[in-house]
Every structure is written in C-alpha cells, then in structure tokens.
C-alpha cells in the first residue's frame, strides 16, 4: 500500500498519499461540510467512495491518487469540488518497463511451518478442493444433451454418493462455424481439456455432434486426452440421436460414482492451492480495501508455497509497468508487454471498450473515473512478490507464486480461464456486488465497503469493508482472507455454493471470427 491510512475510520474524507490532490469520501459527505483535517469546505455533494479536490487543481494538471496520475483536469477544479468523469479526462502517458529491475525472489517458508488445508489428493499428487464430475460439450449442438445428463444427477439422486459435490454440464456457443486451426480453436480446446483434467474433477464425459469442427478425435489428440475409467465420450451422431445420448450418458455417469465417490480429505500444505484473482464491479473503496488486503493474503499464499493468478489484462493497462519491473527475468516481462500490445494494437483498435479509457457503468456509478484508475486498484490483487511467468488464456499453470494469464475483463471469460489453468479457488472482489460463482471451483466474494456486504450479505463471503470502518487494519484483512482460503479449500461451502450459483458461468473466451 501507498500511503498512510492512519484512522481511516473516523475521517470523513480519506487521504492515500501525502502527494495526492483528492481524497476519498469515506461516506456520504455533503455541500457545506468542513474538513478539519484538511481546512477545506465541501462545495458540492461527494458521494461515498467518490473523489473530491483537496487543492486546486487547474486544468491540465494531473489528477493523482496514491502518488499517481490518473486524468487530467478537463477545467479547474476548486477545493471541496467533486471530482470525476464530468471533470477529467483520460490521457495516454509512456511508461518505463523496466523489466526485472525491481525483482525480489520470495523466502518461503519451511514446509514444517507452512500452512495446511483438508485436500483431495488425486493419483497424480494434484489436490482438489472440490470433487464434480464434469460433462463437457465439444459444440453448442450438443449442449442440451449434456445439460440434460448432468440435470438428471438431483441432489436425490447424489445422496449415496455424499463425496461427489455435483455432476456439472460445461456447455458453450462455439465449436463449429468458426476457424478449424489458429488461436480461435487451440484456445477453445484447451479450455475444455482444462476442465476435464482439472483437480476438482474426479472424472468427465465429453459429448460432441459428430460434424463439427471441434472433433472429439482432434480435441482429444491435441489436448493429450485418453480414454479410460475417469474419461469417457459420446458422438451424438453415432449412437443415435438425442434421447440415446441423454441414456448413455446417465449410464456412463453412474458406473463413474462409486470411483469418484471414494476419496477422503487429508491433510496438505498451502503450496498446492491455486487461487485466481478477480474484481468484479469495482468502486472507489476497492484500491482501499479489498484489492490491497486480497494482495497480502496472496504474499502469505506465495510465502507457503502457493499460486496467486492475476488476469484481466485490460484492467492492468496503465499501470502494467509496476508488473514488468517485479518481473523475474526480461523475457517474462516481455511476455507481459507483447499481450498487452496485442489488445491494444490489434484486437480492441477503434472499440468502445475499457484498454480505450472507458469503465463500465456501474464501476462509474462507483467512482472511478478510467481504466488507469481501475488498473491501478485492479493490479493489488496480485500483491507485492515478483512476477513469475505469463500465460496465455486457459494454458495450464505450471510455475509456483505470482502469475499472470491474459483473459478479458468479464468475469465470467476470465474466471473460466482461470480454472482451465488449474485455479483450484476463486478470490473475487466486488465493489459494486457480483452474484457470481463457479464451478467446479469455488469462488469467495470480498465486499469492498460494508453498505454493500450488508446489503448482499447472502451473497457476500467477507466484508473488506471493515478496513474503511477502521474495525479491522489492512493486515488484519490480509489474515482473514488467508484463513478464509484454507478453510474454503478444506470444504466449508462459499456463499454462491449455498445458493447454488455455477451452473452458467463456463464462459470460454471467443477471439475468432464466425463463418
């Protein structure tokens, strides 16, 4: 973290750096209002999270935020004055790469002092957190087939098996009219081969057509698939239609359970968890408290050995920067750069999307401003420890600590990435309230200020907001979060488990064109 945040509870306006020319509403403060602290009268409005002047900001002078640019005032802009998109505008600015100058390696802890957790060792000494068995779709044709197979599966049905969490149906809208070799398939197929090798997985049928372009033959080929006892396909084409897929589907799921039914937890260190790291819906309040305190708890995570995953590039652009510098070699950062030119200079050219300065509506209605100010909370997730390789989308993660993977800012498309790659837990923060969840992987929600947590309590997992109500310091938050991911992975059910929520959200990324 930059800055102080010393009694951050009980300042109307919160003050990130001794350099900065705004503050941060800690709540609701209105026209009139004086600030002691700061000897300044509030002249209009300032919602909660919002920013307002702490000086004079004349026009052409930068707007900066913990020490750091992030627009440019469009007019002047007088003490106590609001200040947001009506007043400021985004700017490009170069940046220094860097990279590796600022590298540090981490000090691991030792393994007899490391943290544990109550996994699912699988044969192959990958741990689990939960245990699904997965029905996997090769094309949207044969996507009801494979609903209808998993909906069959009712909890009723389930209640012998009491160690399967779920039989689960990943169904997409790709797999035909699109490119039959590239990016476009590759991507798509390594997606789906993720989930079907993934760790939450005891074991997964994969339905196809028969006609389409993403053949189970190629797909299986291609991703190092074999059949046997925990992999299994069907072609619709060959059996005989839709009705006899469903059937032999159920029949192929029910000589699966009593195998994926015998599992027990034991007792594994922190090192195999794989956590990726989201934000949803940010506000004002997420570069407070829920990003930087998710960040420490993945420094813990890397300190025990384990795997942080940081994605949604176009929510890094503008401070990408401060990555390649922790980068631990030129080429890793390189690796960093070449994605973010990719999306810059090729696949978002001339697009009213966010690498272009844009935010969403509700991270506006939040208080941000631009992408550089989303980045700039977005990129704290991942913590302070070096940057130790990049991916691409859904490639499997093989490196241990930091990482980065190259997915889109939609939850759902970079959460799926995510878990192709071998995430065995979700961390999502959300400033705006995200009902989101997946599956097979668990995802916790962190709450980024407390009128919200309070608000979608059943959706909430934590409330980071506490750090705002000066209840709980930024370390504190860090810890919780830790415990939260232990305990998480050792079984206890996420809010978005309880409520059933996972179901839609196997999303793969679409980047070809439909023909």
């Known amino acids: 973290m930059h800055g102080s945040q010393t009694n951050i509870g009980r300042q109307p306006a919160i003050r990130l750096n001794k350099n900065d020319n705004v503050l941060i509403a800690r709540h609701d403060i209105i026209a009139g209002e004086y600030l002691i602290d700061e000897d300044i009268k509030i002249s209009q409005h300032v919602p909660a999270g919002y ?3 702490a000086k004079l900001i004349k026009k052409g002078e930068s707007v900066r935020k913990y020490n750091v640019t992030i627009g440019v005032a469009s007019e002047d802009i007088t003490p106590g004055a609001l200040v947001h998109t009506h007043n400021t505008t985004f700017q490009e600015k170069d940046r220094s790469y860097k990279h590796a100058t600022e590298f540090r390696p981490v000090e691991k802890l030792p393994m007899e002092e490391r943290a544990s957790f109550q996994g699912i060792v699988r044969e192959d000494g990958r741990v689990g957190t939960r245990n699904y068995i997965g029905i996997c779709s090769t094309v949207n044709c044969s996507a009801t087939a494979v609903k209808m197979i998993a909906a069959w599966f009712t909890e009723e049905k389930l209640a012998e098996w009491p160690n399967i969490d779920g039989v689960v149906a990943f169904s997409h809208d790709l797999g035909c009219g699109m490119e039959m070799t ?18 939450n997985i005891a074991a997964t049928l994969i339905v196809g057509l028969g ?3 993403n053949q189970i033959e190629d797909l299986m080929k291609n991703e190092g698939l074999q059949q046997g006892p925990k992999l299994y396909t069907l072609t619709m084409q060959e059996i005989g239609g839709t009705r006899k897929t469903i059937e032999a589907g159920i029949c192929a799921v029910k000589t699966i359970l009593p195998e994926a039914n015998n599992i027990r937890r034991q007792t594994v260190d922190a ?6 790291l989201q934000c949803g819906g940010s506000d004002g309040f997420s570069s407070i408290t829920a990003n930087p305190a998710l960040g420490r708890a993945v420094d813990i995570l890397i300190q025990n050995g384990g795997t942080g995953i940081l994605s949604e590039t176009p929510e890094i652009y503008g401070v990408e920067h401060t990555l390649t510098r922790r980068a631990v070699s030129v080429e890793v950062g ?5 994605r973010v030119d990719w999306w810059k200079n090729e696949y978002s050219v001339g697009r009213d999307v966010q690498i272009n300065g ?29 940057l130790m390789e990049v991916y691409k989308y859904a490639e499997p993660i093989m490196e241990k600590g930091f990482v980065f993977m190259d997915t889109p800012g939609y939850d759902p498309v970079s959460v799926t990435g995510q878990v192709a790659g071998g995430a065995n837990l979700i961390a999502f923060t959300t400033g705006r309230g995200s009902m989101f969840g997946s599956k097979p992987t668990p ?7 407390s009128p919200m947590f309070w608000h979608l309590e059943e959706d909430m997992d934590l409330n980071c907001g506490e750090i705002i109500d000066g209840t709980k310091t930024l370390e504190e938050m860090g810890q919780a979060i830790f415990a939260l991911f232990l305990s998480t992975a050792s079984g206890q059910p996420t809010k ?6 996972g179901d839609n959200e196997f999303v793969p990324w679409s980047i070809g064109i439909v023909g």
């Open 51 to 53: 920013k307002l002047a």
């Open 182 to 199: 590239g990016e476009p398939m590759s991507l798509l197929r390594r997606t789906i081969a993720g989930y079907a090798k993934h760790a």
């Open 211 to 213: 006609c389409e372009r």
């Open 271 to 276: 090192s195999h968890l794989t956590v990726g």
């Open 334 to 338: 390189e690796k960093l750069i070449e």
């Open 358 to 386: 844009r935010v969403s509506p509700g991270n506006s209605k939040g208080g941000l401003i631009n992408i550089t100010e989303k980045s700039l909370g977005s990129s704290m997730k991942g913590g302070t420890g070096p």
């Open 443 to 449: 995802c916790l929600k962190l709450a980024t200020n």
């Open 496 to 501: 978005s488990e309880i409520l059933g929520i």
